[in-house]
């Protein structure tokens, strides 16, 4: 099976609702996401099978040398085929690309091997914040 990975590739609103839907585990919310990453981020890969959108990625930034990965995704039925790991390396390289020089991601307790062992991410401190409410 051949996947297409590409940077800044079109996609629509429904697609990566559905996709976030089900890698996050909520109803879809009806974001707006092709305004949202045209405003606000570098860029973002996506992965398509057969046409059908299979992964994603999100890179924002501060339109700098500081780039950040956010809502990394693969289909459920399509993990652990490195389909991830090839997602953000395409990422790095485009990032890389632009002229960026720290690339930043944090995660949860589980995915450690997946950023730092697969994906080459060294582990650094960092904090976090919720700014609201849940
Ligand atoms: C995280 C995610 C993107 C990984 O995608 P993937 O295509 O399964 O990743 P890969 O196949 O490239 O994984 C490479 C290696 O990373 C590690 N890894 C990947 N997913 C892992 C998991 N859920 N738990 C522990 N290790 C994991 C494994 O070492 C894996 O190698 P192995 O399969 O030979 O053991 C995918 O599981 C996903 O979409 N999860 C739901 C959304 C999410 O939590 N995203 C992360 C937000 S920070």
């Known amino acids: ?3 297409v990975y590409e940077w800044r590739g079109k996609f629509t609103n429904a697609e990566i609702e559905a996709l976030h839907a089900e890698a996050f ?4 919310q009806g974001s707006d996401w092709q305004t949202r990453l045209d405003k606000h981020s570098l860029g973002w890969v996506c992965v398509r099978r ?7 990625v999100n890179v924002a930034w501060d339109g700098s040398t500081h780039a950040f990965i956010l809502d990394t995704m693969v289909a459920g039925p399509l993990r652990r085929h490195g389909v991830g790991t090839r997602l953000v390396a395409v990422a790095v390289r485009e990032t890389k690309a632009a002229g960026c020089e720290w690339f930043h991601v944090d995660f949860d307790d ?5 950023y730092l062992d697969s994906c080459g991410f060294r582990s650094t401190k960092a904090g976090l914040m919720r700014l609201t409410d849940r």
Do not use: A, E, I
């Not at 057969?50 to 994603?56: A, E, I, K, T, Y």
């Not at 589980?110 to 997946?114: K, S, T, V, Y």
């Open 1 to 3: 099976m051949v996947d």
């Open 25 to 28: 585990d909520h109803q879809p």
């Open 50 to 56: 057969s046409g059908q959108l299979v992964g994603f």
């Open 110 to 114: 589980d995915l450690p091997r997946f």
